[in-house]
């Protein structure tokens, strides 16, 4: 176990975000052997083949540490996506599929918009771990949450006021599982995501969340923005409504105050 208090620190961001779900930590991993004690492949404890998106679902609802391989998954555009799929050339494989299913307009197009996705070579990573932040099973590659809009304003301002720079984003609406599970890890960078039609379908992301990631080497810094970032003008969550006026009533409201002598 890392020597990072991972269930103190997942404790605090749920407790002041008002998180509804997990945390997750996310390790990619080398060796299947690799996975952490009582780690549940889908394709054993269910007998069934599942979408990774489904595998984030189990983590940060159920809070089951969940491990994934290529025996374990059914979605073929996020296995090509993470490498298990051996195809000769992974980018032109999905660009086409987008365009055959009318997510893109012709090949080329499709082809570009891979290209512009983070992803993982063929083979260069055997499995993925997720698991809820609090069991500290191991230092996470990546950490993602689910949220609010609002939620996630906190999250960005935390990770601006220690960063310096504004966050970017990458949308596509699909596939984004690679964007909240690899693209923080591999770019080293945070990520703001809206979750895809898999996420929705499969994986049942409800209409007002949406998902922060961040590399896990940046978790420690993001708690020390969550305690700064506004602080002098009380910034928080749930964001505090302005209450210093006088409302307005109809003119019914305020005759019949006069004549009362409300006022």
Known sequence: MAQFNYHETADFIQNELRLKT????????KD?????EKTRQPSKVLSKRVAICQGVTMARIHGWTVGL???DLICVPAMITFGFSGASDPVETLGKLFCEINFSQDEKRGIEEVKDMVRLENDEYEAVVLA???KGLYDPDT???YGNPAQVMRMVQAMVYQ?????AG?????VECSEYLIAPFKTQAPRIVVPGMGDRIFSMAQDD???FSIPGKQLEGMVEGLKAAGKKIGARYPVTFYQNFQPEFPKMYNELGKELGLF
């Open 22 to 29: 997990f945390p997750l930590a996310v390790k990619f991993l």
């Open 143 to 145: 950490v993602v949450f």
């Open 209 to 211: 969340e949406m998902v």
């Open 69 to 71: 391989t290529r025996e």
């Open 32 to 36: 299947k052997a690799d996975f952490p």
């Open 170 to 174: 990458n949308f596509g609406g699909k």
């Open 163 to 167: 960063e310096g720079r504004r966050i």
């Open 132 to 134: 809820p932040l609090q």
